[in-house]
Each structure stands twice: as C-alpha cells, then as structure tokens.
C-alpha cells in the first residue's frame, strides 16, 4: 500500500516557476512515479514519468524542456520542478504510483494516486 500526498501548489504569474513535491509512504523505492494534471471541465492527461531508478523519464510533448521530473528514493519523494508556466496549465497535478520498474504514460497503469495540489497560473 502507498500513499501519495503532494504540495506544492499555489499562485503563480505566468513565466514563474513552482516546484510540486509527493511524499510517498510505504514501500517507495520500487514504484515508477507520474505526474498529471487536471484543468476545470477537462479530462486528466499526462505530464511526467520517472522509473524507480531515475535512470529513464518522459515527458507530454507540451512540458518537454520546461518541466523536470525527479525522485529522492531516500526520502520517498518525487518532484516536478515547473518553469516558464502558462495560464493553460492551471490545473490540479496529482501523482501517482505504479508497481514496477519502468515508467509508465497511461492513467490506468498506475495502482496509487494523491489528491492533488491547485496550480494556478494567472496572466
């Protein structure tokens, strides 16, 4: 069992930056770790993957170059540091935990979700 809580979140103008943290208990160090986002009236999508070993990640064409996924196994946290952000990309970001080794894209591979922390970038 894990449990996923994220924080993070906030207030920000566009262009700024914020750096969301999910703090994971239990058996951490052997989840692949995800990152989604959910605007008002639209559906969940993807935004970042990392593999437990940190050794692979992807990104939603979107993020690409100005997000980056990371994970202190140590710590039981994954991170994802957002910079240069756009009044699109309010939402709630939610993480999320897969069994396994690989990263994974999809919504229904993942076994464990937080509840999400509110960003909203204003313009």
């Known amino acids: 069992q894990v449990q996923l809580v994220e924080s993070g979140g906030g207030l920000v103008q566009a262009g700024g930056s914020l750096r969301l943290s999910c703090a994971a208990s239990g058996t951490f160090g052997y989840y692949a770790m995800g990152w989604f986002r959910q605007a008002p009236g639209k559906e969940r999508e993807f935004v970042a993957a990392?593999?437990?070993?940190?050794?692979?990640?992807f990104y939603a064409d979107s993020v690409k170059g100005r997000f980056t996924i990371s994970r202190d196994n140590a710590k039981n946290t994954v991170y994802l540091q957002m910079n240069s952000l756009k009044p699109e990309e309010t939402a709630v970001y939610s993480c999320?935990?897969?069994?396994?080794?690989?990263?994974?894209?999809?919504?229904?591979?993942?076994?464990?979700w937080g509840q999400g922390t509110q960003v909203t970038v204003s313009s």
């Open positions: 990392i593999s437990w070993t940190s050794s692979s990640t």
């Open positions: 999320a935990a897969a069994r396994g080794s690989g990263y994974r894209l999809k919504i229904g591979e993942y076994d464990y």
